[in-house]
């Protein structure tokens, strides 16, 4: 991190209230409470989803989010020795700004009627997922970027992630209930490109230093955050899924992935390190990866054994990134990548779009069913083809790719 001197730590207590004096008046201006029935401009879906999640609030699903975001990703920067303890309090910071940001700039497109925001619990889940997609982008840079810097990033990208999730998922009406889109490759390749903007070449000495400097007290961090992950990220790529069916679907596949990315991962890593068993940072990663490239797919697929091969191509990727195409990022493209975010949400992201288009193609009323309406609602009532809506999931993912590029460069 940059060295604090008094005029840093005044700068960020100044801008800490202006931000925080900024959302009070905006949330006095703006914001209310939504009531059971709930007004909505909103596209059909996102209205039945926040009735549905406001009516019964849904508790553990949303614990579990709040608690993957607090902690997995905290955690997540806490195992490199450089940065750890310190990183993971500002990742707090950044939430607790970003959770509130969130939720003016996403209740303006979503829940804005007559004048006012009207929240609810499905507000305060749609914003930990922008927050999550913040939280990644700051993988990408940290140690080059001071807190203030931190907070003006998130200020930036929450609302351009939040336009690409309009955008994507009311506009066009994409299916991507687990965020390997909106979150994940948004996150990953917005913080890449402010990375390449924000090139350092004094810090090439430490170009590895992330990923080498891994001792005992941060082994700690990688397992606690690796069991966090196993245990509540399953909530977080279903818990915007309405209907009970479709959830399940989703929670499955999401195991199912993790578990083989995750046994790729000691096929592959004695393969490629010295070491006969992989480091627990190489597993966490691969629980990641397991997971994001579920993020479109996973209420798609309509049996375990596609869940277990999308989990296992993506956990052999990951490793092949970290020892292959993250020094060429770092020599040619000048990218320095301080979490290796690229290969743990961008590829898969990337991988998790690819799939999921492909299984729109063979979204059928035979082989989907009475989910044919949970997961393409568009599909079932006749408004648009399987081509269509299929055509239409692939050009989501440029699209993420271009705002997240452009908005990544001009922040940077």
């Given at each position: 991190?940059?060295?604090?001197?008094?005029?840093?730590?005044?700068?960020?207590?100044?801008?800490?209230?202006?931000?925080?004096?900024?959302?009070?008046?905006?949330?006095?201006?703006?914001?209310?409470?939504?009531?059971?029935?709930?007004?909505?401009?909103?596209?059909?879906?996102?209205?039945?989803?926040?009735?549905?999640?406001?009516?019964?609030?849904?508790?553990?699903?949303?614990?579990?989010?709040?608690?993957?975001?607090?902690?997995?990703?905290?955690?997540?920067?806490?195992?490199?020795?450089?940065?750890?303890?310190?990183?993971?309090?500002?990742?707090?910071?950044?939430?607790?700004?970003?959770?509130?940001?969130?939720?003016?700039?996403?209740?303006?497109?979503?829940?804005?009627?007559?004048?006012?925001?009207?929240?609810?619990?499905?507000?305060?889940?749609?914003?930990?997922?922008?927050?999550?997609?913040?939280?990644?982008?700051?993988?990408?840079?940290?140690?080059?970027?001071?807190?203030?810097?931190?907070?003006?990033?998130?200020?930036?990208?929450?609302?351009?992630?939040?336009?690409?999730?309009?955008?994507?998922?009311?506009?066009?009406?994409?299916?991507?209930?687990?965020?390997?889109?909106?979150?994940?490759?948004?996150?990953?390749?917005?913080?890449?490109?402010?990375?390449?903007?924000?090139?350092?070449?004094?810090?090439?000495?430490?170009?590895?230093?992330?990923?080498?400097?891994?001792?005992?007290?941060?082994?700690?961090?990688?397992?606690?955050?690796?069991?966090?992950?196993?245990?509540?990220?399953?909530?977080?790529?279903?818990?915007?899924?309405?209907?009970?069916?479709?959830?399940?679907?989703?929670?499955?596949?999401?195991?199912?992935?993790?578990?083989?990315?995750?046994?790729?991962?000691?096929?592959?890593?004695?393969?490629?390190?010295?070491?006969?068993?992989?480091?627990?940072?190489?597993?966490?990663?691969?629980?990641?990866?397991?997971?994001?490239?579920?993020?479109?797919?996973?209420?798609?697929?309509?049996?375990?054994?596609?869940?277990?091969?999308?989990?296992?191509?993506v956990g052999l990727i990951s490793p092949l990134g970290f020892?292959?195409?993250?020094?060429?990022?770092?020599?040619?493209?000048?990218?320095?990548?301080?979490?290796?975010?690229?290969?743990?949400?961008?590829?898969?992201?990337?991988?998790?779009?690819?799939?999921?288009?492909?299984?729109?193609?063979?979204?059928?009323?035979?082989?989907?069913?009475?989910?044919?309406?949970?997961?393409?609602?568009?599909?079932?009532?006749?408004?648009?083809?399987?081509?269509?809506?299929?055509?239409?999931?692939?050009?989501?993912?440029?699209?993420?790719?271009?705002?997240?590029?452009?908005?990544?460069?001009?922040?940077?």
């Amino acid at each position: 991190m940059p060295e604090h001197t008094a005029a840093s730590r005044l700068r960020l207590s100044g801008l800490c209230f202006l931000l925080q004096i900024l959302n009070i008046l905006l949330f006095a201006v703006f914001v209310r409470y939504s009531s059971e029935s709930g007004p909505g401009q909103c596209p059909p879906q996102l209205n039945d989803s926040q009735r549905t999640l406001d009516s019964g609030f849904q508790q553990p699903c949303f614990q579990d989010v709040h608690i993957q975001v607090l902690l997995s990703f905290g955690l997540l920067v806490a195992f490199l020795g450089r940065y750890g303890p310190g990183s993971a309090a500002i990742s707090i910071l950044i939430i607790a700004f970003a959770i509130q940001w969130a939720v003016l700039i996403q209740g303006f497109f979503y829940f804005f009627l007559n004048g006012k925001i009207y929240v609810g619990a499905q507000s305060m889940v749609s914003a930990d997922f922008c927050t999550a997609a913040v939280l990644i982008s700051i993988g990408a840079v940290l140690g080059r970027i001071n807190p203030v810097q931190m907070l003006l990033l998130a200020l930036l990208e929450v609302t351009l992630c939040s336009l690409n999730e309009y955008i994507l998922l009311s506009l066009m009406g994409v299916s991507d209930s687990g965020r390997a889109l909106t979150v994940h490759t948004f996150g990953a390749y917005f913080g890449l490109m402010a990375s390449r903007v924000l090139y350092q070449p004094q810090k090439d000495k430490r170009k590895r230093e992330g990923q080498q400097d891994v001792g005992h007290q941060t082994d700690v961090f990688a397992v606690v955050g690796t069991i966090y992950l196993w245990i509540f990220w399953p909530s977080f790529t279903s818990t915007t899924t309405v209907h009970a069916n479709a959830k399940n679907w989703a929670v499955l596949n999401t195991y199912f992935s993790l578990v083989a990315s995750t046994i790729a991962t000691f096929i592959l890593s004695p393969v490629l390190y010295e070491k006969s068993t992989p480091q627990m940072v190489q597993i966490q990663d691969a629980t990641l990866a397991g997971m994001a490239v579920m993020g479109m797919a996973g209420e798609m697929l309509v049996t375990p054994f596609g869940a277990l091969i999308a989990g296992f191509l993506v956990g052999l990727i990951s490793p092949l990134g970290f020892r292959f195409f993250t020094p060429v990022l770092h020599s040619r493209l000048k990218i320095q990548d301080t979490c290796g975010v690229h290969n743990i949400h961008g590829l898969p992201g990337i991988l998790g779009a690819l799939l999921g288009t492909l299984l729109t193609l063979l979204a059928t009323a035979d082989t989907y069913g009475d989910r044919l309406e949970l997961v393409f609602p568009l599909v079932a009532q006749g408004s648009r083809t399987v081509t269509d809506q299929a055509i239409i999931q692939l050009s989501a993912l440029p699209l993420t790719l271009l705002l997240a590029v452009l908005g990544g460069c001009f922040t940077g």
